[in-house]
T-cell receptor, first 115, second 111 residues
């Protein structure tokens, strides 16, 4: 089991550019979550999917942010246009059956820097 | 809106000592998780607590859950340097799957 795989690990981009973050959940996990971590705001849930369907996107900060899950093995988080305040570490997590004795497994994260 | 508070935010303790980290949350839940994060790394699952009175132990760490008080504790026994990290509790409220994290406790073990 390779775990939750995120790419890229690091991304540096200029303000105004489009950024796409990628996530491959653990096979068989029905739930996928996107989090953002900053020193000021801690860990924030942005959006989560169940069986590829977005369930709650109330944490998405602005219309500049969008997330998709076209199939069970792939999800993207896109920021367009990017701004310096979007600089953060973005984590993807997956879970088989929340409510059971399973935790949520996190990927290694993508460190985004917008200059 | 669910609020999850941890205290202390920072904890510096000597090796060999015992201490407890507290996690309070503001809504009904019977699912609470503890994670560890090392600097620059991802979150590592430590404990899953799924019912009132649940107690889990792993090595020098022990976690408990009191759903009536909306309180979980993470107890550290005879701390060692390897336990230095940031510890997060996270709660899932009834009715949805929004895992909400506490502020984190940065633990530093001093030799």
């Amino acid at each position: 089991d390779a775990g939750v795989i995120q790419s890229p690990r690091h991304e540096v981009t200029e303000m105004g550019q489009e950024v796409t973050l990628r996530c491959k959940p653990i096979s068989g996990h029905d739930y996928l979550f996107w989090y953002r971590q900053t020193m000021m705001r801690g860990l924030e849930l942005l959006i989560y999917f169940n069986n590829n369907v977005p369930i709650d996107d109330s944490g998405m900060p602005e219309d500049r942010f969008s997330a998709k899950m076209p199939n069970a093995s792939f999800s993207t988080l896109k920021i367009q246009p990017s701004e310096p305040r979007d600089s953060a570490v973005y984590f993807c997590a997956s879970s088989p059956l929340p409510g059971q004795a399973y935790g949520y497994t996190f990927g290694s994260g993508t460190r985004l820097t917008v200059v | 809106e669910l609020k999850v508070e941890q205290n202390p935010l920072f904890l510096s303790m000597q090796e060999g000592k015992n201490y407890t980290i507290y996690c309070n949350y503001s809504t009904t839940s019977d699912r609470l998780y503890w994670y560890r994060q090392d600097p620059g790394k991802s979150l590592e699952s430590l404990f899953v607590l799924l019912s009132n009175g649940a107690v889990k132990q792993e090595g020098r760490l022990m976690a408990s859950l009191d759903t009536k008080a909306r309180l979980s504790t993470l107890h550290i026994t005879a701390a060692v340097h390897d336990l230095s990290a940031t510890y997060f509790c996270a709660v899932v409220p009834f009715g949805n799957e929004k895992l909400t994290f506490g502020t984190g406790t940065r633990l530093t073990i001093i030799p």
